[in-house]
């Protein structure tokens, strides 16, 4: 009785583990690759959480991701890291929330060709200067 729950088991086992990567070798496994992490701060090195930071690539658009509590940041894409790689691609921070935690001005940094990835980069940011 014992070795027959076993051996049910086992091949259950077997037939499960086999059809899962029958899907994956069919199918491929979706792979995201990092391009870029880091803080986003203000002058005096505080945190400024909810900015937008994208990576926009001339040929494939743009990956965003918007700042944790913390000021941390980090934007993958599925497009490889080779192709940000060869063709070099802009990072910028925007202040999408208004005055909620401040109101900043847009910077943008410049990534060349060749750059290795994942790239750690952090973004200080200006506060805008009402006229």
Do not use: W
Request: proline share 5%; with cysteine.
């Amino acid at each position: 009785m014992k070795t027959g729950n076993f051996l049910r088991k086992a091949i259950i086992g077997v037939l499960s583990a086999g059809s899962t990567l029958l899907i994956a070798a069919c199918y491929g496994v979706y792979d995201r690759f990092d391009v870029a992490r880091g803080y986003v701060k203000d002058a005096d090195g505080n945190p400024i959480p909810n900015i937008q930071v994208c990576a926009q690539h001339p040929e494939y658009g743009e990956e965003c991701s918007v700042t944790y509590e913390d000021g941390y940041y980090y934007i993958n894409t599925d497009i490889s890291d080779e192709s940000y790689n060869t063709q070099g691609f802009v990072i910028c921070a925007t202040d999408t929330d208004g005055a909620l935690n401040g109101e900043f001005e847009q910077r943008c940094v410049n990534i060349p060709a060749g750059t290795e990835l994942p790239l750690d980069l952090n973004l200080p940011m200006d506060p805008v200067i009402e006229k």
